[in-house]
């Protein structure tokens, strides 16, 4: 079983900036692509960014270059953040993390049914 744990939200004012962080944890051996999603009240969850075990980004289409994906590189340790920037009160929403340890062969990595493992949430609220 892998256990996945959020943290980092919280309250800001419009204009500040948040750190995420993200760790899976649970699964023996191996780096395993993460990815940021969010919900507000009354929306779907949609995809923010992700990151696979070598590095490589994926971003949302939309993508304002305000978010910003990274991992930590130490071997076998699935940990990762998303720094944001800028925040605008239209950022409000849970934002979880996700882990794909038996996704398919071939992601989008953008798609929730790509992912196995996600975390409780972590709610950033930003205010006017």
């Known amino acids: 079983q892998v256990q996945v744990v959020e943290s980092g939200g919280g309250l800001v004012q419009a204009g500040g900036s948040l750190r995420l962080s993200c760790v899976a944890s649970g699964r023996p051996g191996g780096m395993f692509p993460m990815g940021w999603f969010r919900q507000a009240p009354g929306k779907e969850r949609e995809f923010i960014s992700a990151?696979?075990?070598?590095?490589?980004?994926?971003?949302a289409d939309d993508w304002s270059g305000r978010f910003l994906i990274s991992r930590d590189n130490a071997k076998n340790t699935n940990k990762v953040y998303l720094q944001m920037n800028s925040l605008k009160p239209e950022d409000t929403a849970v934002y979880y993390c996700a882990v794909s340890v038996f996704g398919p062969s071939t992601m989008t990595y953008k798609l929730p049914h790509e992912y196995d493992y996600w975390g409780q949430g972590t709610q950033v609220t930003v205010s006017s």
């Open positions: 990151i696979t075990w070598s590095g490589a980004t994926y971003r």
